[in-house]
């Protein structure tokens, strides 16, 4: 299975611009007010530098492991790798319980 790191990281803050009124809103029909040049700030909490934290030390984690898939390549082209069918079934049942479970929940 292939896993995606393709996720963006959460900023501690994020920054909100009140200047522009959202669309069906009560303010939508008036002027927006002037702006200082300052933005608002937004804090999410510890959990948010926790979970940044966490991330940052995961994209230090290799995914694959790399020295295998060159061993794995070497016996194919060998002719040395033997596909078991009893064990590639197993795990195939096993992913599918999985996915059906927790698609279920």
Request: glycine residues 6%; without cysteine; charged residues 25%.
């Amino acid at each position: 299975m292939k896993i995606d790191n393709s996720t963006k990281p959460v900023s501690q803050q994020s920054r909100v611009d009140k200047t522009s009124p959202k669309r069906g809103s009560a303010a939508a029909g008036k002027t927006a007010p002037k702006s200082t040049g300052s933005q608002d700030r937004v804090d999410i909490g510890p959990l948010s530098a926790q979970l940044q934290s966490l991330e940052s030390s995961l994209e230090n984690v290799q995914v694959v492991d790399t020295a295998r898939v060159e061993a794995i390549k070497q016996a194919i082209t060998e002719g040395r790798f033997r596909v078991n069918p009893d064990v590639v079934a197993d795990r195939l049942l096993t992913t599918v319980k999985e996915l059906v479970l927790n698609h279920k929940g």
